[in-house]
């Protein structure tokens, strides 16, 4: 394939989902039971041949260091190119990006450095697999200046996004942000692809003229100045966009059909922490569910999601939940369409219950 | 950086494994799966990196090709170091003494110039069959305090079964005044664990002479054990308390994968002070619909059917209406609709068709007996029909 260097921005779209954001990027949210949702971004360019990756980080990325390490398990643990991390820059006449496009001028000097001829973009809070390699020869073909990948669904209500109309070669002809929710659109999925020089023209340009947006001060008024394309992504793609967004795409996994398609190809790349095997009790109840090494289940466990080192007590009967790392549930608890952070700790007895639309969120290492 | 290491470790992992039948047809004993997302080698390994012994050779001769590509550069154990780590050691041909592994004693000696790089005192000699946790820091502890050339961990052993095992007869004070190999009427219920640590000045030098020795077969209980104790070198017994199996046999390996089952198991393996190591599989957690009693479950599986009081490995598939019961299941297997398994050990990417019926239930299989005392054993990639019959206590390595 044409070289290409990778860029992930690992805190885009935080506001979407507060809770789970506050102590980490979004890229190191904990999704599917042992991954974190950079993992499905990242573990797609190494998918396609993409050996150098900048990732650009913002605030309270110590838990998203701590996943990624040197890329080992990435297999981007390398001399030459390999998983660099791109703090944020700030300095006296500049404070933490805000937007984007100040993020990626944070990242001129990586791109500059890169010899590689094209560059992909993409956010990490979304679960699919691409093969961006494909993505880059339809650019080539079509002469694009930039190819912006769409997935076909539902608007559904987020803090910002995107949807666009194509012409019938694939050409960008209109850019909507934040449009109505609710019909089904060609929703840009934030993976971009470009050559490395004109992303690095763009970025010039863009602090010239002092454009703040992406969106709406480069691709938008673009559509008539640049060859922008739109490159269909099929199957399956969901981005959290809110907590109950999160929770149904932890749930899609339980879909036997999906799981298959993100993971049967055994490719998703994640940190290994050597768990023990999961250890079921005779007296466990298990139905639909996935269950992470580590585990110990004594009670009765249906349509949820258990992360790592997850102790279930006797009689507790957790329904429609997804319980993360090393969490302690304790006897007789009744949990029901909860979401529980990391290392929480559920007393016996516990009564705990959300609904479908609004989880109960239990935060990290919180006692009940 | 320092420049030299205190103590090396030399892991035997080069015997064929024959009692362990089919499933060591065609790789090493040490690779032989187990506990449900591990190998064999993964405990001596993370035993290794767990006492703070970060150079270990691993002597591979028989089918070393899996183990080999297991072990790697060492990184799942931590053992990827820019000084020491873990090496693979084959025979190797010579200017002018080219020879396969002769016996243990032999291995280690065409070794000598691997552990001199290093410049170690001391040698801690292991073997790959074995499942256990042990702090080797301990014991090298005591071998220090003793001033001893050579110290065995031992432990106790039921005195009915003593003469399976090489025994340690001893003085109070722990030092040994006799060694016995399997003998028929044992003197002590001590056992020694293939586990030594030698002052590596003494071995270097036993193994030469050992070398020399026409006669010898070359072999550490047999020959470089007795012959150090009659030269009057001090021997020490260290002894070691807790769970240790020598998985060298069917029932053996099935056995220390059922210790694992419980809430209190005999030998618990979710142990965040003293990690097994292993290279963990890139498969998503276990999906379960069915039914999972007193079971262990590693990554990847999709289990539909009914399983109890079995070890089911990575990347394993129980369909709907199948039943596995009382079994060992390696990884990579697929177990059929309505098909039903019990007290089996299945080796890695095995098929089992619709309705196979593979092994008997443990009480009428008991009764079998025979050389895997009534366990049915499939091997690697053996494949069974639909319907098709393996009875209790059979071998199977090819298609049925």
């Given at each position: 394939?044409?070289?290409?260097?990778g860029v992930?921005y690992?805190?885009?779209?935080?506001?979407?989902?507060?809770e789970?954001?506050?102590?980490?990027s979004?890229g190191?949210?904990?999704?599917?039971?042992?991954?974190?949702v950079?993992?499905?971004?990242?573990?797609?360019?190494?998918?396609?041949g993409i050996?150098?990756?900048g990732?650009?980080?913002?605030?309270?990325?110590?838990?998203?260091?701590?996943?990624?390490?040197?890329?080992?398990y990435w297999d981007?643990?390398r001399?030459d190119?390999?998983?660099?991390?791109?703090p944020?820059y700030?300095?006296?006449?500049?404070?933490?990006?805000k937007?984007r496009?100040e993020?990626?001028k944070?990242?001129t000097?990586?791109?500059?450095?890169?010899?590689?001829?094209f560059v992909v973009?993409a956010d990490?809070?979304s679960?699919y697999?691409l093969?961006y390699?494909k993505?880059?020869d339809?650019?080539?073909?079509?002469n694009?200046?930039?190819t912006m990948v769409?997935?076909e669904?539902?608007v559904?209500k987020s803090?910002?996004?995107m949807?666009?109309e194509?012409?019938?070669d694939?050409?960008?002809?209109e850019?909507?942000i934040n449009?109505a929710?609710?019909?089904?659109k060609?929703?840009?999925i934030n993976?971009?692809?470009?050559?490395?020089?004109f992303i690095l023209?763009?970025?010039?340009d863009?602090i010239?003229?002092g454009?703040?947006?992406?969106?709406r001060d480069?691709l938008s008024p673009g559509?008539?100045?640049?060859?922008i394309?739109g490159?269909?992504?099929?199957?399956y793609f969901?981005s959290?966009?809110?907590?109950?967004k999160y929770?149904?795409i932890?749930?899609?996994l339980?879909?036997?059909e999906i799981?298959?398609?993100?993971?049967?190809?055994?490719d998703?790349y994640?940190?290994?922490?050597?768990?023990?095997p999961?250890?079921?009790?005779d007296?466990?109840?298990v139905?639909?569910?996935l269950i992470s090494?580590?585990?110990?289940?004594?009670?009765?466990?249906e349509?949820c999601?258990?992360?790592r080192?997850?102790?279930?007590?006797?009689?507790?009967v957790?329904?429609?939940?997804?319980?993360?790392?090393?969490?302690i549930?304790?006897e007789?608890?009744?949990l029901?369409y909860v979401?529980?952070?990391k290392?929480s700790?559920?007393r016996?007895?516990r009564?705990?219950?959300g609904c479908?639309?609004q989880?109960?969120?239990i935060g990290?290492?919180?006692?009940i | 950086m320092?420049?030299k290491?205190?103590?090396?470790a030399?892991?035997?992992a080069g015997g064929q494994?024959?009692r362990?039948?089919?499933?060591?047809?065609?790789?090493?004993?040490?690779a032989v799966?187990?506990g449900?997302?591990?190998?064999?080698?993964d405990?001596?390994?993370?035993?290794?990196i767990?006492?703070g012994?970060?150079?270990?050779g691993?002597?591979?001769?028989?089918?070393?090709?899996?183990?080999?590509?297991y072990v790697?550069?060492?990184?799942?154990?931590?053992?990827?170091?820019t000084?020491g780590?873990?090496?693979?050691l084959s025979?190797?041909?010579a200017?002018t003494?080219t020879s396969?592994y002769?016996?243990?004693a032999?291995?280690?000696?065409?070794?000598?110039?691997?552990m001199?790089?290093?410049?170690?005192?001391?040698?801690?000699?292991?073997?790959g069959?074995h499942?256990?946790k042990?702090d080797?820091?301990?014991?090298?502890?005591a071998?220090?305090?003793?001033?001893a050339?050579?110290t065995?961990a031992c432990?106790?052993v039921?005195l009915?079964?003593?003469?399976?095992?090489?025994?340690?007869?001893?003085?109070?004070d722990?030092t040994?005044?006799?060694?016995?190999?399997?003998?028929?009427n044992?003197k002590?219920?001590?056992?020694?664990m293939?586990?030594?640590?030698f002052t590596?000045?003494k071995?270097f030098?036993?193994?030469?002479?050992d070398?020399?020795?026409?006669?010898?077969?070359n072999?550490?209980?047999?020959?470089i054990?007795p012959t150090?104790?009659?030269?009057?070198e001090?021997m020490c017994s260290?002894?070691f308390?807790g769970?240790?199996k020598?998985?060298?046999?069917?029932?053996?390996?099935?056995e220390?994968n059922?210790?694992?089952?419980?809430?209190?198991?005999?030998?618990e393996?979710d142990?965040?002070n003293?990690?097994?190591?292993?290279?963990?599989p890139?498969?998503?957690?276990a999906?379960?619909?069915g039914?999972v009693?007193n079971s262990?479950?590693?990554?990847?599986g999709e289990?539909?059917g009914?399983v109890?009081?079995?070890v089911i490995g990575?990347d394993?598939?129980?369909e709907k209406g199948?039943?596995v019961?009382?079994?060992?299941l390696m990884g990579?297997?697929?177990?059929?609709a309505?098909?039903?398994v019990?007290?089996s050990i299945?080796d890695e990417?095995?098929?089992?068709?619709?309705k196979?019926v593979?092994?008997a239930?443990?009480?009428?299989?008991l009764?079998v007996?025979g050389k895997?005392?009534?366990?049915?054993?499939l091997g690697?990639?053996?494949?069974v029909?639909?319907n098709g019959?393996?009875?209790?206590?059979?071998?199977?390595?090819?298609n049925?």
């Amino acid at each position: 394939m044409a070289s290409t260097v990778g860029v992930i921005y690992s805190s885009m779209n935080e506001e979407n989902i507060p809770e789970l954001t506050r102590v980490r990027s979004m890229g190191s949210v904990p999704i599917g039971g042992r991954y974190r949702v950079v993992d499905f971004a990242l573990s797609n360019m190494v998918n396609s041949g993409i050996t150098t990756v900048g990732l650009i980080t913002k605030s309270n990325y110590q838990s998203l260091m701590d996943h990624l390490g040197t890329g080992k398990y990435w297999d981007l643990a390398r001399k030459d190119g390999g998983l660099i991390l791109l703090p944020p820059y700030s300095d006296e006449t500049e404070t933490l990006y805000k937007n984007r496009l100040e993020a990626l001028k944070g990242a001129t000097a990586f791109l500059k450095k890169c010899n590689e001829d094209f560059v992909v973009l993409a956010d990490s809070d979304s679960v699919y697999k691409l093969d961006y390699s494909k993505v880059i020869d339809y650019h080539i073909e079509k002469n694009a200046d930039i190819t912006m990948v769409y997935h076909e669904h539902e608007v559904v209500k987020s803090h910002y996004y995107m949807t666009f109309e194509t012409a019938k070669d694939g050409r960008v002809k209109e850019i909507q942000i934040n449009p109505a929710v609710g019909s089904v659109k060609k929703n840009y999925i934030n993976v971009m692809v470009a050559r490395t020089s004109f992303i690095l023209r763009l970025i010039q340009d863009a602090i010239q003229h002092g454009y703040k947006s992406f969106g709406r001060d480069i691709l938008s008024p673009g559509v008539s100045t640049y060859n922008i394309y739109g490159y269909k992504l099929d199957g399956y793609f969901a981005s959290i966009s809110s907590l109950s967004k999160y929770f149904e795409i932890n749930f899609d996994l339980l879909n036997k059909e999906i799981r298959n398609e993100i993971f049967g190809n055994r490719d998703v790349y994640t940190k290994v922490n050597d768990s023990s095997p999961a250890k079921f009790a005779d007296t466990a109840c298990v139905k639909n569910s996935l269950i992470s090494d580590g585990c110990l289940i004594e009670g009765t466990v249906e349509n949820c999601i258990l992360f790592r080192g997850v102790k279930i007590g006797r009689g507790a009967v957790i329904k429609n939940c997804i319980i993360m790392a090393d969490n302690i549930i304790g006897e007789n608890c009744n949990l029901q369409y909860v979401v529980s952070d990391k290392n929480s700790v559920i007393r016996d007895n516990r009564v705990l219950a959300g609904c479908e639309i609004q989880p109960y969120f239990i935060g990290k290492g919180v006692l009940i | 950086m320092l420049k030299k290491k205190e103590c090396v470790a030399m892991l035997l992992a080069g015997g064929q494994g024959s009692r362990l039948y089919a499933l060591t047809s065609n790789i090493a004993k040490p690779a032989v799966a187990f506990g449900a997302k591990y190998r064999i080698i993964d405990f001596p390994l993370s035993n290794c990196i767990n006492s703070g012994i970060d150079t270990v050779g691993v002597l591979t001769q028989y089918q070393p090709l899996v183990l080999n590509e297991y072990v790697g550069n060492g990184q799942p154990w931590d053992l990827d170091r820019t000084f020491g780590g873990v090496h693979i050691l084959s025979p190797y041909e010579a200017k002018t003494d080219t020879s396969w592994y002769k016996g243990t004693a032999n291995a280690i000696y065409q070794n000598i110039r691997f552990m001199q790089m290093y410049e170690p005192e001391y040698i801690l000699i292991l073997s790959g069959d074995h499942i256990y946790k042990m702090d080797y820091d301990k014991m090298l502890t005591a071998h220090k305090q003793s001033k001893a050339d050579c110290t065995i961990a031992c432990m106790q052993v039921p005195l009915k079964e003593a003469s399976r095992f090489g025994i340690l007869n001893t003085n109070p004070d722990g030092t040994i005044y006799e060694f016995e190999e399997k003998p028929a009427n044992p003197k002590s219920d001590l056992a020694s664990m293939g586990i030594y640590i030698f002052t590596a000045s003494k071995l270097f030098k036993y193994l030469e002479l050992d070398n020399k020795d026409p006669n010898s077969e070359n072999d550490f209980g047999k020959n470089i054990l007795p012959t150090m104790l009659n030269a009057g070198e001090k021997m020490c017994s260290y002894r070691f308390e807790g769970y240790w199996k020598d998985v060298g046999t069917i029932s053996s390996l099935w056995e220390a994968n059922m210790d694992l089952l419980g809430v209190v198991p005999n030998f618990e393996l979710d142990d965040r002070n003293r990690v097994i190591h292993s290279k963990s599989p890139l498969a998503p957690p276990a999906y379960i619909q069915g039914e999972v009693l007193n079971s262990l479950v590693a990554t990847g599986g999709e289990i539909e059917g009914r399983v109890v009081n079995s070890v089911i490995g990575t990347d394993c598939v129980i369909e709907k209406g199948a039943e596995v019961i009382d079994s060992v299941l390696m990884g990579k297997t697929v177990v059929k609709a309505g098909a039903k398994v019990n007290y089996s050990i299945i080796d890695e990417d095995v098929v089992i068709g619709e309705k196979a019926v593979i092994g008997a239930p443990i009480n009428e299989a008991l009764k079998v007996g025979g050389k895997t005392a009534g366990i049915a054993v499939l091997g690697r990639g053996v494949n069974v029909k639909k319907n098709g019959v393996v009875p209790a206590g059979e071998i199977v390595d090819k298609n049925v």
